[in-house]
């Protein structure tokens, strides 16, 4: 069986996979959560841009009061572009939203600095309607004030998400604490391999979103997903969020469907054919160019991504 637990860069355990909250539409993520934690779940991936934490919240005092202990669960949010020059007031709006004193792990949602005294909290945009970007802004002093959160209590780790590995390079040097984890879209179509390596090598552990291909799970018809579903009497989810335990990374599905929400903590292992088929999928894909990047807002700023760059 795939491992129920990573050790993470601080020694804290974390499961394998959790349960994703993104789009997750509002009246649904309340009994999502509760639901998940009650059935096996014991990871919960959130973040204030979601705008639902405030549901999250509510999901998670609906889990505890049937029994649930909070010390059982591993809680994840993130701190928005807008906040990155005050992450601690970030981090106490997630907490009151979320009804708890600590998280298990707090982070950098995207490394760029959004107007802070923008027209709006999450999305400030300028007159001409684009992104409202401070442009001179240096993610590494974001990174220093997330150090300085270990002390309060208020999370256990820290980490970054969407970062490439460039973005790692310039961060590494001045980082006292290394990240514990980098949040990226991670599956065969876009397996980032320069990335998972690089974090792999420097103790950083990858957290894949979007493992389905994001909405409507348009990699579940890819050919070697299929084939390898059929090969174990399963579906092509079940194959697409087993692709990460081999690459020891965790996986955090979204779904508000009970059905599914169970289903998708059944992974298998997959063999070395297995893992070949979709290694050459994704060798396949890099080299015509036709690796596909889902989720990629509007900012404007080249993060360093190869797809992207």
Known sequence: MPPSTFTLNNGQ??????????????????????????????????AYCYANEDEVGQGLAAAFEK?????????????WTTYNTRVEVGLDKS???????YVDLFLVHWPLLMNPDGDDDRFPKKADGSRDIIHDYNHVDTWKQMEALLATGKTKAIGVCNYSKRYLEQLLPH???????????NHPALPQQEIVD????????????????????PLMTAEPVVKIAEKHG??????????????????????????????????????????????????????????????YPPFGVDFGFPDKS
């Not at 990240?179 to 879209?185: C, F, G, L, R, S």
């Open 13 to 46: 355990k974390i499961p394998a996979i959790g349960l994703g909250t993104w789009q997750s539409p509002p009246g649904q993520v309340k009994s999502a959560v509760s639901y998940a934690l009650q059935n096996g779940y014991k990871l919960i991936d959130g």
């Open 175 to 185: 980082a006292k604490v290394i990240p514990a984890v980098n949040q990226i879209e």
């Open 234 to 295: 399963v579906k092509p989810s079940t194959v697409l969020l087993s692709y990460h335990a081999p690459r020891e990374s965790i996986v955090i599905p979204k779904s508000v469907t009970p059905e599914r929400i169970k289903e998708n903590l059944q992974l298998i292992d997959l063999d070395d054919e297995d893992q070949k088929l979709l290694r050459e999928y994704s060798d396949k894909l890099t080299a015509e160019g036709k690796l596909q990047r889902f989720v």
């Open 95 to 101: 907490l009151k939203s979320l009804g708890l004193d």
């Open 198 to 217: 690089y974090c792999r090598e420097k103790g950083i552990h990858v957290m894949a979103y979007s493992p389905l291909g994001s909405t409507g799970g």
């Open 67 to 79: 029994g649930v202990k909070r010390e059982d669960v591993f809680v994840v949010t993130k701190v």
